[in-house]
């Protein structure tokens, strides 16, 4: 009897066990860059031979992030289709400040505000946040600031949702160093999914408005060279 009890209860845990997030992307696009030198063959997604920095370190700022990201066509496709899918005049502005928010007061600049033509009624304020990701020899990968951006992002992005959007969301931005990685295939040369709980498994709905929307976007550097030559960038809207 007790062996029966036994064997009930471990049925009992294995079918209440949390189902396992799965972090799938909306849109994946690969690019890379090549100059035309006269030479009979071209390759592409090769590494150069001297690495380029990380894109972990590309960037100085939010700013830059944001800015370099709204400024690549596929990008602005994506981000695009999705909030404004019945749409082909949609704007953008970054870094917008007065008249919508107070210089030095919360949420601070409305980092990416985005609308349609002649239907201000219908903006969407984004509030952007990065974290970053490298591969390392012979060490388990990790990300940082994830404990600021739960804190701080989520912070702003109630804040924006008391301005008057017609939708709000948390943009995540990931800076994925994924050079190290040994997969054969270097598209697939990113961080495992099994390390993306701490991002991606955060219960964002106890921290924020509950009509704020969180928008993941994957800038994946997996070959030498530098992130503006060739790069992954994946985006999710939950």
Not at 35 to 55: A, C, M, W, Y
Not at 68 to 79: A, K, P
Not at 84 to 98: I, L, M, Q, R
Not at 115 to 125: F, K, R, V
Request: charge should be positive; proline fraction near 4%; charged fraction near 25%.
């Amino acid at each position: 009897m007790k062996l029966l009890v036994k064997i009930k209860n471990k049925l009992i845990q294995l079918f209440q066990k949390k189902k396992q997030l799965e972090y799938e992307t909306t849109q994946y696009v690969f690019s890379d860059r090549q100059r035309i030198d006269g030479s009979s063959t071209i390759s592409f997604f090769v590494n150069n031979l001297e690495p380029e920095v990380s894109v972990t370190r590309t960037f100085k700022s939010v700013d830059e992030t944001v800015n370099w990201l709204m400024d690549n066509n596929e990008f602005r496709r994506m981000l695009f289709s999705n909030l404004f899918p019945a749409s082909n005049t949609v704007n953008h502005g970054c870094g917008v400040k007065e008249p919508i928010t107070i210089a030095n007061k919360m949420p601070g600049d409305i980092d990416i505000l985005v609308y349609e033509n002649e239907m201000p009624e219908n903006a969407i304020g984004i509030e952007c946040k990065i974290v970053k990701s490298e591969s390392l020899e012979n060490q388990p990968p990790k990300i940082n600031k994830v404990s600021s951006l739960q804190k701080k992002g989520t912070q702003q992005a109630n804040g924006y949702a008391e301005i008057g959007f017609s939708k709000v969301y948390l943009l995540i931005i990931l800076l994925d160093d994924g050079r190290n990685y040994k997969s054969p295939n270097i598209m697939f040369r990113t961080k495992p999914s099994e390390c993306l709980n701490e991002l991606y498994g955060f219960d964002w709905n106890t921290k924020m408005n509950d009509d704020i929307g969180i928008i993941y976007a994957h800038v994946n550097q997996f070959t030498s060279n530098h992130i503006n030559k060739t790069k992954g960038l994946g985006l999710r809207i939950v």
